[in-house]
């Protein structure tokens, strides 16, 4: 496996002590449909992210409640050992239920078992990143973290785990935390089309921390809108591209995780994400979050 030295769209940001490309990937749907079960095409699945490493891809996003186990089984086969350079960020607190459903996992135990089963499912001794998965499918819910998050700084005190995130959490959630232990970054739902966070990306921008979107290309129901296709039409690029590019022009602290199950999008995203937008565009996508 060759790794290419060509500077990435975006660059690098540094999460603690780890240097990462700003565009990243994500695994989750690498599993089967709905994130349960083995994927329909577990070469092609192996193949994608064997891709991302050799285009210079130096952060995938997992968790053992995908599949569950299966993503992380999965990187595992496609890329262990894994480069020096390499670094996998996992998240605990939720699990899976026998209708897909993800419910919270959330009590001490439950986050000591998930960190252990992710050490397990990806070989490694150490995570490099683990995020608390907070709220539920619906979104973020308000509540104290403290004795969740406290479980996972101890985990990081007893040297499981190298450094701390949040996702799917409140700006309330976020001090909370931060209150109690360092996190690097925040990992929750953000995209052209729904911008719940921008006053959150700007603090955390002020504070040196990542904001991670999840669902950057719109997640299960893809991201379309006319403005983005005119966008996208004037440019001669894929609506995807401009949708990852805005994200990389909306603040230097963010990093993509865009999913795909094809190399050719893998491809096509990475290339067209490096798109120089003006003013004029920025100002035509900005209207589509408003
Ligand atoms: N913290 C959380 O609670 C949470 C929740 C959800 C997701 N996540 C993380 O966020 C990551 C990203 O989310 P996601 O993968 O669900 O959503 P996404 O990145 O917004 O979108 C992925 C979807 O876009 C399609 N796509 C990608 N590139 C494309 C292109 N060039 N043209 C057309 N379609 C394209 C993919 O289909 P193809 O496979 O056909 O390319 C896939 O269906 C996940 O992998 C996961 O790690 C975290």
Redesign the pocket.
């Known amino acids: 496996m060759s790794t290419l030295t060509t500077p990435l769209p975006g660059g690098t940001w540094t999460l603690g002590d780890l240097s990462v490309t700003r565009f990243g990937y994500?695994?989750?749907?690498l599993a089967g449909p709905g994130v349960m079960g083995p994927p329909a095409d577990r070469d092609g699945a192996l193949a994608v992210l064997r891709r991302a490493v050799d285009l210079g891809i130096t952060h995938i996003?997992?968790?053992d409640a995908y599949g569950p186990g299966i993503t992380n089984e999965l990187i595992r086969e496609a890329l262990h050992p894994y480069p020096e350079s390499l670094h996998v960020m996992t998240?605990v607190g939720a699990h899976r239920d026998e209708q897909g459903g993800w419910p919270p996992a959330r009590r001490p135990d439950e986050l000591r078992r998930a960190v252990h089963d992710n050490l397990d499912g990806l070989g490694v001794d150490v995570l490099d990143l683990v995020?608390l998965?907070l709220g539920n499918a619906e979104g973020p819910q308000e509540g104290s973290i403290a004795e969740a998050f406290e479980t996972l700084v101890e985990l990081q005190e007893e040297g499981l785990v190298r450094h701390l995130g949040l996702?799917?959490a409140t700006t309330e959630q976020v001090a909370e935390a931060r209150a109690i232990a360092p996190i690097v970054c925040v990992?929750n739902?953000y995209?052209l089309a729904h911008r719940h966070d921008d006053e959150l990306i700007d603090a955390l921008a002020g504070a040196g921390i990542a904001y991670v979107p999840?669902?950057?290309?719109?997640?299960?129901s893809?991201l379309q809108s006319a403005e983005l296709s005119a966008v996208a039409a004037r440019l001669s690029a894929?609506p995807?591209?401009v949708a990852l590019a805005w994200l990389l022009h909306r603040s230097p602290n963010i990093l993509l995780?865009?999913?795909?199950?094809?190399v050719a999008?893998l491809r096509?995203?990475l290339a067209g994400a490096g798109l120089r937008l003006t003013a004029a565009d920025l100002a035509e996508l900005d209207r589509i979050g408003r």
């Not at 999840?214 to 299960?220: A, D, E, N, R």
């Not at 995780?257 to 094809?262: C, D």
């Open positions: 994500g695994a989750m749907q996003d997992t968790s998240k995020n998965r996702s799917n990992q739902m995209n999840f669902f950057p290309l719109g997640g299960f893809p894929t995807m591209s995780i865009p999913g795909t199950s094809s999008h096509e995203n």
